[in-house]
């Protein structure tokens, strides 16, 4: 029976081995500029996981094991692995092993929302991401969806009418029409995004929907989006979709200026 290698040396291999194939890969052309040690680091780190010798769930070697794998120092090595554990890539357990994450588009959105979330807010910058994103998930949905999640983004839609006067119950209800959008245009990456974006300045739009008719022109709205996605009519669908962008930043400005006075 073959003993296994060390853990220590077993990762070595994996690290020389990538850098041959980074290295083979990279022979033509003008030389780059010299990227610094934590970056080359942190690449190493993504090519690994790509080419599958890295996989979520995998629990990284000590921090002494991997300097000497890379043949680093420990300050840029520490600096790569935070800044991967930022990126969503790794995750740091109780007694200070890092561990591969499950890599899902949720979770490496994450810091991307965490930094919409916390800086200057800018109402225009984030209606223009939003719509980018949304309009382009509405027209993947008006062209790939199911027909039972056609039919349960109409249902969705349709059921607003019974929360005109209800702001709470309608938030709500938004929520799942607007991810029954998303799930139809089956395209998880960009469904993460679009979560992330619909997240930022809630608590403004909390407000808004208290507004007097809001409800009803968003209800509207979202039933002649889910009308053009059940006819399987992309043009339209978006269309509708950026009508109710519009709106939706409208009252979120309208919220917005009236509180500043």
Do not use: C, W
């Amino acid at each position: 029976m073959t003993t296994p290698p060390p853990l220590a040396d077993a990762f070595s291999e994996l690290v020389a081995a990538e850098r041959k194939l980074v290295q083979k890969s990279d022979t033509t052309g003008p030389t780059p500029p010299r990227r610094p040690i934590s970056e080359q680091v942190a690449g190493r780190f993504l090519a690994l996981i790509k080419s599958g010798n890295l996989r979520a769930g995998d629990r990284l070697p000590t921090e002494q094991q991997m300097t000497i794998a890379f043949g680093i120092s420990r300050p840029p090595l520490r600096e790569a692995l935070k800044a991967l554990t930022l990126m969503g890539v790794l995750e740091s357990r109780q007694g200070g092993r890092y561990t591969v994450t499950d890599l899902s588009p949720s979770r490496l959105v994450a810091p991307f929302n965490v930094m919409l979330s916390v800086g200057d807010y800018d109402v225009h910058e984030h209606f223009e991401a939003r719509a980018i994103v949304e309009l382009e998930l509405i027209r993947l949905a008006a062209e790939r969806a199911e027909p039972e999640q056609r039919q349960r983004i109409l249902q969705h839609a349709v059921d607003g009418r019974a929360f005109h006067d209800d702001p709470v119950a309608f938030r709500l209800l938004d929520v799942e029409f607007h991810q029954s959008l998303y799930d139809a245009a089956a395209n998880r990456l960009l469904s993460a995004l679009a979560q992330g974006l619909y997240d930022v300045a809630l608590d403004v739009r909390r407000v808004a929907s208290n507004l007097p008719g809001i409800i009803a022109t968003s209800v509207g709205q979202h039933i002649e989006i889910a009308e053009a996605i059940a006819a399987a009519d992309p043009a339209a669908a978006v269309a509708a979709g950026r009508r109710h962008l519009e709106h939706v930043r409208d009252t979120t400005i309208l919220v917005m200026t009236a509180a500043s006075r």
